[in-house]
């Protein structure tokens, strides 16, 4: 079951102290939040993390849905099971990363007035006769590579290039597939 309480409450700013209680734990609120993207931390292994008190992962639907991708977590028996860990998850909508795919960072959204990011040409070509290698794939970043309605989303997986469409509905259901304790909605 899930549970939210209030532990103290400040009269003077009206910060608060809280808990959340998931059937897979409790989470103490104001509470750092570890963030394994790929459901797994890249420094230390969940065991550890847990062990020092960490009550919460995030993890993100975004990256989940185009590897390994949910149905297969769902079929491994959740992402407690999957990872080996049982204590409490927390999942997002998997829009941030499409937005950026799109528009680059926040703070590069706002100063483009909501501009589409362009792919960078000369950036690209100049590491191709360097022979470096790309860290990102230039056909699914950019001015063509997500589609936005009041509906849906259209992106391009920049694993394979392959389209995928996030909706609402898809995002949330992508989240229970996972099977993560807290989920976020796609909104705009």
């Not at 700013?13 to 104001?30: E, F, K, Q, W, Y």
């Not at 699914?140 to 996030?166: C, M, P, Q």
Request: hydrophobic fraction near 35%.
């Amino acid at each position: 079951y899930f549970k939210f309480e209030i532990i103290h409450q400040s009269k003077k700013s009206l910060a608060r102290t809280g808990r959340i209680t998931t059937p897979h734990g409790t989470i103490d609120t104001p509470a750092f939040v570890a963030v394994g993207t790929n459901a797994a931390l890249k420094a230390i292994d969940f065991a550890k993390a847990d062990d020092a008190g960490q009550q919460l992962i995030f993890s993100n639907t975004y990256h989940l849905l185009l590897q390994p991708g949910p149905r297969i977590i769902r079929d491994a028996g959740g992402i407690h099971k999957f990872t080996g860990r049982e204590k409490p998850f927390i999942t997002d909508s998997g829009g941030f990363q499409v937005f950026s795919l799109a528009y680059g960072s926040v703070k590069e959204s706002l100063e483009s007035g909501g501009e589409l990011k362009r792919s960078n040409r000369k950036v690209i070509q100049s590491a191709k006769k360097r022979n470096d290698k790309c860290h990102w794939r230039s056909d699914v970043t950019g001015e063509n590579a997500v589609t936005v309605t009041e509906d849906h989303v259209i992106f391009k997986s920049y694993r394979d290039g392959a389209k995928v469409t996030l909706t609402p509905e898809s995002s949330i259901q992508a989240q229970r597939d996972i099977g993560a304790d807290i989920i976020i909605p796609l909104d705009e």
